[in-house]
């Protein structure tokens, strides 16, 4: 029988919860840095609330997604986009699938507000999972140095990233941790 308590409910974040997102940056990333990136982003004119998503199971902030627009930069112009960063589960809680839950809705949500391209810096194992590709291959650059196989794009939009080459250009909250 499903148990209210441990249903997993994706949705976008809350003042109320802003605490709990905090606290959970701090302890899945053992640091400061995604925390206060976080907290940079949520009080820039960029910051879109809809996509700070965070799970809840059991009445507890267990993961927390946010979805940042950058531009991917070149000479013929600037592409819009989004960059996925940081995601963050409960150490706890880790491995049962909250993240995926995450990336899977945090993706949709972006598709619906009409958002075409995401990027992502991370574990070059888990992102490929939901259809991101090394972004390289895909004319893309990052404004830093970064292994090849950790810069990975999706298109949430067939074809998005036709005729789009450039350099990711991230806003001022990156600046510090990036
Ligand atoms: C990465 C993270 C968000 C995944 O959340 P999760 O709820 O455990 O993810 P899921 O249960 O959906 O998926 C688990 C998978 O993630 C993989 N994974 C977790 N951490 C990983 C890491 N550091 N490198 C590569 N893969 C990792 C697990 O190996 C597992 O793979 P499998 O399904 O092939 O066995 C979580 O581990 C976390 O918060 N880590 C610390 C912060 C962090 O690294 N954030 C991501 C920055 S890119």
């Known amino acids: 029988m499903d ?27 053992k640091g400061n840095d995604e925390a206060r990136l ?14 700070s998503l965070v799970a809840e199971k059991g009445g507890r902030i267990v993961g927390h997604i946010l979805f940042t627009p950058v531009r991917i930069e070149d000479a013929g112009g600037a592409t819009p986009a989004l960059a996925l960063a940081p995601m963050a589960v409960m150490p706890s809680c880790q491995n049962q699938g909250i993240g995926s839950e995450l990336v899977k809705h945090g993706l949709d949500e972006c598709r619906k507000l009409g958002h075409k391209i995401v990027v992502v810096v991370g574990h070059p194992e888990y992102y490929p999972r ?35 080459k450039g350099t990711i250009e991230y806003p001022p909250a990156f600046h510090a941790v990036t």
């Open 38 to 51: 976080v907290d940079a982003v949520r009080e820039a004119d960029y910051f879109i609330p809809a996509l």
């Open 3 to 29: 148990n209210a308590a441990d249903t997993l409910l994706i949705r976008a974040e809350a003042a109320d919860d802003i605490r709990d997102v905090r606290k959970l940056n701090k302890k899945a990333f």
């Open 130 to 164: 939901f259809g991101f590709v090394k972004a390289g291959e895909k004319g893309l650059k990052l404004p830093f140095e970064a292994p090849d196989e950790v810069f990975m794009v999706i298109e949430l939009v067939p074809g998005a990233l036709s005729g789009v």
